[in-house]
């Protein structure tokens, strides 16, 4: 009997340090640390739909863009993004929190810094006009505000790293920081040309 206990606390134990040696390094989080505070949430909670509507912008460049550049980067925005939903999403599951409401109408989101709104979200209006737009007036549209959008994002990834706990976040908002301001480059050099 004693023996059988000594085994059972030691395979719980290895099983314990197996866990607490994960994949924390790898950035997978599919199992959630349940390391995080509010910023944490709040960061999830407002880049998922931030991010959501970059991405509804990049899928209009598709047929509304004329310029192959621009058509470009939306799919690279795209294919960035997508999968941070998803990981952000993941978050949200693992640490018990409310997923926020899928809603591409951003109309209730507010634009910018007035009461409500996150930075950098298009407001209905704005986002219409993107989608009536064609061509050159397309492009030009879609880079002054995707900059705007980037610079709301970029705001918020830095109040993650300033008030932020869990460690994938945390690298997270590190990278959307250093993704984005080399887009905001990018597309500034664009809108020159």
Known sequence: MKKTLA??????????????????????TS??????????????TDMIPHHQQAVQMTEMAADRASSPEVKQLADE??????????????????WGQELP???????DMGHGDEAGGMPGMMDADTMDEL?????EEFDEMFLTSMIEHHEGAIEMARTEQAH?????ALALAEK??????????????MLGS
């Open 7 to 28: 085994l059972t606390a030691a395979l719980l134990a290895a099983t314990l340090t197996l866990s607490a040696c994960g994949n924390s390094d790898t950035g997978d």
């Open 31 to 44: 199992n959630g640390s349940d390391q995080f505070n509010d910023a944490d949430v709040s960061f999830a």
């Open 77 to 94: 925005i795209a294919a960035a993004q997508g999968p941070e939903i998803d990981t952000m999403t993941g978050w949200l599951e693992a």
């Open 101 to 107: 409401a899928d809603s591409m109408d951003h109309g």
């Open 131 to 135: 989608e009536q737009a064609s061509g």
């Open 164 to 168: 932020g706990e869990n460690p994938d």
């Open 176 to 189: 959307i920081e250093k993704d984005q301001r080399a887009e905001i480059t990018q597309m500034k050099a």
